[in-house]
């Protein structure tokens, strides 16, 4: 059983530009949210997919953005990136409610 | 709305002491609720978890945790701590009403002296 792998583990971007995010989730897992961690912060949650789905969003604007593909994994979208978006973000999958089970998170920083 | 306070930003401890983390919730039923931790640059690994039952949990590495109702609280505790132990530790419960989706108190740094 493969756990979620996350890539790259570090990215450094300008501010403007734009960014991908993916995901492998864990086997049989058809869930997948995305958290931002900022620096001192506890994560927060961004969205989720389900079934290629967006399934929830949490309080980010529309330059975050997501898709999921038929084999579950994920890519998460960031679109004129800010200073702001400098953070660890990290994937989590699971079944629809189940536990979440985190991938080690990439870290973001915009110059 | 659910949420989840750490009261402790931070916490330093001698090795072989012992430890207890605060976690109070927010909640309308009973709920899951979830301990993390996370090593510097590193994502979150699960310690341990209460969904239903015993109140007192047992996890990995030797951390146990115990809920309690009456004070809202779900505290983290290990009777001696090692050096390794030093990392942010994030208590969480997830919401029910609407998406799935997991709210993590502001974590506390513990740090641990030789």
């Known amino acids: 059983e493969t756990g979620v792998t996350q890539s790259p583990t570090h990215l450094i971007k300008t501010r403007g530009q734009q960014v991908t995010l993916r995901c492998s989730s864990q086997s049989g897992h058809n869930t997948v949210s995305w958290y931002q961690q900022a620096l001192g912060q506890g994560p927060q949650f961004i969205f989720q997919?389900?079934?290629?789905?967006?399934?929830g969003r949490g309080n980010f604007p529309p330059r975050f953005s997501g898709l999921q593909f038929p084999n579950y994994s994920s890519e998460l979208n960031v679109n004129a990136l800010e200073l702001d978006d400098s953070a660890l973000y990290l994937c989590?999958?699971?079944?629809?409610?189940?536990?979440?089970?985190f991938g080690q998170g990439t870290r973001l920083t915009v110059v | 709305a659910q949420s989840v306070t750490q009261p402790d930003i931070h916490i330093t401890v001698s090795e072989g002491a012992s430890l207890e983390l605060r976690c109070n919730y927010s909640y309308g039923a009973t709920p899951y609720l979830f301990w993390y931790v996370q090593s510097p640059g590193q994502g979150l690994q699960l310690l341990l978890k209460y969904f239903s039952g015993d109140t007192l949990v047992q996890g990995i590495k030797g951390f146990e945790a115990e809920f309690k109702r009456s004070q809202s609280s779900f505290n983290l505790r290990k009777p001696s701590v090692h050096w390794s132990d030093a990392a942010e530790y994030f208590c969480a419960v997830p919401t029910t009403s609407g998406t799935y989706k997991y709210i993590f108190g502001t974590g506390t740094r513990l740090k641990v002296l030789a």
């Open positions: 989590a999958s699971s079944l629809r409610q189940g536990e979440a089970f």
């Open positions: 997919y389900y079934r290629e789905e967006e399934n």
